[in-house]
């Protein structure tokens, strides 16, 4: 007669898969609370220690590791030495592990849990036993997953469990049990840079395609992603999500999270701002990331910090977005957001924004980089005046905003703003002059343009970015510095009678 080894704490469709297995002439083994499941649902089972011979102690933290147990799971059954051993010291073969893992995940994520609770629900004879089955899956079917039951049950059954299906379980679970400690590990590790990084992630879904057609691509997500994300984020109408949508989602996120004290509104295009707008009323804050710049922000992704209202739902429902993300919408701004059938609507929870890009990950070929985010977000006080002339009270708060803002461009960036609103954004250009040309050029047909700032997210090498500003209406300017040649800058300020601030913090995004 086969055995089974039987220890979960996800009870799920549990008592049904241990009564297919006695019908298939199982013996079952169990331990704990999952005998206890079996017994009261009628099922025959013997306690794991009826084959150990030996009681669970220290509070349960020892009860499978034990060499009836495992010489049971790993001995080869090709080997002559390895069955004779068995017979030698009276082990009998296990033939199959089912075995879920004490529930690590769930235990941390509640708001008042301690070290030591989290530390009791570190489990060690379930992987022990579960790597033992995988290991020797030639002759043992290692079974982690509930959702397999059914699949086991009709490989058995039709002795379809060959060497291809029982690996297929085995590498299963050796990812379960990688990730349940690389969890434990994020759990107790507390340097910033460790010498090993142990990521998780769970697939989310299977996505169309990637960046292109030709493309494939997948969504994962941490085990214990912060509610400000898209791991969170509830989608209330509209198609699936993109590749390209979830990259331009995650941009606009990251974005709106400078701008929540009072409502604002982000249209972006491609990962980088068309338009940032605030007011203190949402449909104003829309109207000024609109204006900013009408035609990119088609087909573009807009995110609102405040609950969309019905005023607000209709200036956006004249346009063609791919995805609108608030904290929630009014039930008369989804009545007329959900016309568009394709339009995807999102909300989430907008609780801890402002520390949500606290780290930030990117692959490259043979490795990744990792990083603390850019949540350095300078005011007034911040500023360095150079040039000799002094920019007004006004003219300060537009300067702060656009460096709020040039942080979230891809550089080279340059922003031309308001106070309250972008009016042109040079992105991603190989030099520094061709992103001012693309900013003021952008700008300078708005009315808005006789207040405006430009805001530079590095130091400018030459003069000619000034002077290019200057003569096409800018009176006042904010970068870094930090160029052997800002006595340049400074002296080109002068020259035309621009108001020129030193901030000493670059804000590069590649």
Not at 120 to 148: Q, T
Request: proline residues 5%; hydrophobic residues 40%; charged residues 25%.
């Amino acid at each position: 007669m086969r055995r089974a080894l039987l220890s979960v704490s996800d009870k799920s469709n549990l008592v049904d898969f241990a009564k297919q297995l006695v019908a298939l002439d199982f013996e079952l083994i169990s331990t704990g609370g999952t005998m206890k499941a079996l017994e009261a649902a009628g099922v025959p089972v013997q306690s794991v220690e009826t084959i150990t011979h030996f009681p669970e102690m220290l509070d349960g933290r020892v009860k499978t590791l034990h060499p009836a147990v495992h010489g049971g799971l790993l001995a080869k059954r090709d080997d002559p030495e390895h069955m004779a051993m068995l017979e030698k010291e009276d082990i009998k073969p296990i033939d199959l592990v089912c075995v879920n893992l004490y529930p690590f995940k769930a235990t941390i994520e509640k708001p008042d849990v301690t070290q030591a609770q989290a530390i009791e629900n570190i489990d060690i004879g379930g992987p022990s036993m579960l790597r033992s089955a995988a290991k020797n899956y030639i002759s043992v079917l290692p079974v982690v997953d509930p959702k397999d039951y059914p699949g086991v049950i009709k490989a058995l059954q039709q002795q379809t469990d060959t060497p291809e299906y029982r690996l297929g379980l085995a590498a299963k679970v050796f990812r379960h049990t990688a990730a349940y400690d690389a969890l434990i590990a994020q759990y107790f590790t507390t340097e910033p840079e460790p010498e090993k990084l142990t990521l998780t992630y769970e697939k989310r879904q299977s996505l169309r395609y990637g960046e292109n057609s030709h493309q494939k691509a997948a969504f994962y997500v941490e085990p214990l992603a912060q509610k400000y994300s898209l791991a969170n984020a509830t989608q209330v109408h509209g198609k699936e999500l993109s590749y390209n949508n979830l990259r331009d989602a995650n941009a606009a996120l990251q974005i709106i999270s400078d701008f929540n004290d009072q409502p604002a509104v982000v249209a972006l295009k491609h990962m980088n701002p068309c338009g940032i707008g605030v007011a203190t009323q949402l449909v104003d804050a829309w109207q000024k990331a609109y204006e900013s710049d009408p035609i990119s922000i088609f087909g573009g992704i807009i995110a609102l910090n405040r609950e969309v209202d019905a005023a607000t739902a209709t200036e956006m429902h004249k346009l063609f977005l791919e995805i609108i993300i608030a904290p929630s919408f009014s039930s008369e701004a989804l009545t007329i957001l959900e016309k568009k059938k394709n339009l995807r609507l999102l909300t989430l929870d907008f609780e801890g924004a402002k520390s949500a890009a606290d780290r930030e990950i990117t692959g490259i070929m043979g490795g990744i980089l990792i990083q603390s985010g850019d949540q350095v977000t300078e005011s007034a006080n911040d500023f360095e005046v150079v040039s000799q002339k002094q920019p007004t009270p006004e003219q300060l708060k537009a300067l702060a905003f656009g460096q709020t803002t040039v942080k979230h461009v891809k550089s080279n960036a340059i922003v031309v703003t308001t106070a309250d609103r972008t009016l042109g954004i040079g992105a991603g250009q190989q030099n520094r002059i061709d992103s001012v040309k693309i900013a003021v050029d952008k700008a300078k047909t708005k009315p808005q343009f006789k207040d405006a700032i430009l805001a530079s997210d590095a130091f400018f090498p030459m003069d000619d970015s000034v002077e290019y500003a200057a003569k096409h209406g800018i009176s006042a300017i904010v970068e870094p510095g930090g160029s052997i040649k800002d006595k340049d800058s400074i002296k080109k300020a002068d020259e035309l009678g621009v108001a020129l601030v030193f901030t000493g913090v670059r804000h590069f995004k590649h």
